[in-house]
């Protein structure tokens, strides 16, 4: 085998339609190129990336709805939401629960195994968010964290987050919204899902999804110091005394990344992108419905369809990069780098594959 031909080369996005990740802004691109080396993790050694960090959080604040926001740039969505299981279970006493609907990202199943924590599941509704009496019959005095989902990765749905915070308010437990993909399209929709909608306490918001920053971009937000406090260790031989992420070096190229991604885009770009992927959501699960395939309507920019077997396979093998949801319909995320070109493509490759 000749190994020295191909030069490698990243993956182009024109069939990529399942990822919820997407091509950065050439501004975020630029800027994560120059700070590749910087480490946020050692502010003290690194303080013009450190600099941009707090910027950065502080417009993810404006993003979520959150004055003074406290919080921080990491890894992604998985380490936001361990962050927020951690915190609660470091702020209570003895042994904890967490209740979540089950529609809420695997982190959370991470979360509870690296913590030791007990994950309680709740049903979702067929509307596919959390069914409060559901979550509120699970949640008892050793709840220490009820999570809501904004932005559900399978359907892109927003759970009542008001009416989940009344339920973590009756035993007393904290409120996490998991808005991992959704924080950066929900701002421009008239849903009551943000710090300043309910009694949240912390939130997932992701700059490396819809946010259009490099990988890696997780947000990490608190409405108080007193949960980053909660998160802390010491660290004696920085020159910074202690240190609440749960990464330690962290990425340059990440913060940097997001930085300029924000700059360039909060809030008008994100409205424009947000109206453009919800028009082609709204467009393809016309056109599915349309050809007689059953579509779950898209209230946020990502569609999912019964598509029989064959055909999703026949799609795979045109090199349309799509996933299906746990139930097995097709699930198409309209993502920055989704136009409504590809869209047709992949609706002619699957007028195709019907025939065959
Ligand atoms: N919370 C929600 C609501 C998510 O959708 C995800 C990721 C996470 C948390 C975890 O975020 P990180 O992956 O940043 O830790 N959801 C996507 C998924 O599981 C992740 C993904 C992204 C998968 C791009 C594939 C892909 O190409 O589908």
Redesign the pocket.
């Known amino acids: 085998m000749n190994r020295a031909a191909a030069t490698p080369a990243p993956q182009e996005f024109d069939r990529?339609l399942?990822?919820?990740?997407t091509e950065p802004h050439p501004a975020a691109r630029e800027a994560a190129v120059a700070f590749l080396a910087d480490n946020p993790g050692d502010p003290a050694t690194y303080p013009a990336v450190s600099d941009l960090e707090a910027e950065a959080v502080e417009t993810l604040g404006d993003v979520v709805g959150l004055d003074d926001p406290h919080g921080y740039v990491g890894?992604?969505?998985?380490?936001?939401?361990i962050q927020a299981v951690r915190a609660a279970r470091n702020l209570a006493d003895g042994d904890v629960n967490v209740v979540a609907p089950e529609s809420a990202?695997?982190?959370f199943q991470k979360a509870a195994g690296v913590l030791d924590v007990e994950l309680r599941l709740a049903p979702t509704g067929d509307d596919h968010r959390a069914d409060v009496a559901a979550v509120a019959d699970l949640a008892d005095d050793d709840t220490a964290l009820v999570v809501g989902?904004a932005?559900?990765?399978e359907y892109g749905r927003v759970d009542p987050i008001p009416e989940l915070g009344e339920v973590a308010a009756g035993v007393d437990a904290r409120l996490h919204v998991?808005a991992?993909?959704?924080g950066f399209v929900l701002p421009f929709t008239d849903r009551d899902w943000s710090f300043a909608d309910a009694p949240v306490d912390t939130m997932?918001v992701?700059p490396?999804?819809m946010g259009q920053a490099p990988i890696?971009a997780?947000g990490f937000l608190a409405r108080d110091a007193e949960t980053l406090d909660a998160l802390a260790v010491d660290t004696p031989y920085l020159e910074s005394d202690a240190q609440p992420t749960l990464g330690g070096t962290r990425s340059g190229a990440g913060v940097a990344g997001t930085h300029a991604a924000l700059d360039a885009l909060w809030p008008d770009g994100y409205r424009d992108q947000y109206e453009r992927s919800q028009a082609n959501a709204d467009y393809l699960a016309a056109e599915l419905d349309a050809r007689g395939y059953d579509v779950v309507d898209p209230v946020l920019p990502l569609v999912a369809a019964d598509v029989p077997d064959d055909e999703f396979e026949s799609l795979r093998n045109d090199g349309w990069r799509i996933?299906r949801t746990a139930s097995g319909e097709l699930r198409v995320v309209c993502m920055p780098h989704v136009t409504r070109g590809m869209l047709e493509d992949f609706l002619a490759d699957l007028s195709a594959a019907g025939r065959t």
Do not use: L
Not at 18 to 21: A, V
Not at 75 to 81: F, H, R, V
């Open positions: 990529v399942s990822s919820m990740c890894s992604g969505g998985t380490e936001a939401n990202h695997f982190s989902v932005g559900t990765t998991d991992a993909w959704g997932t992701d490396h999804k890696p997780g996933s």
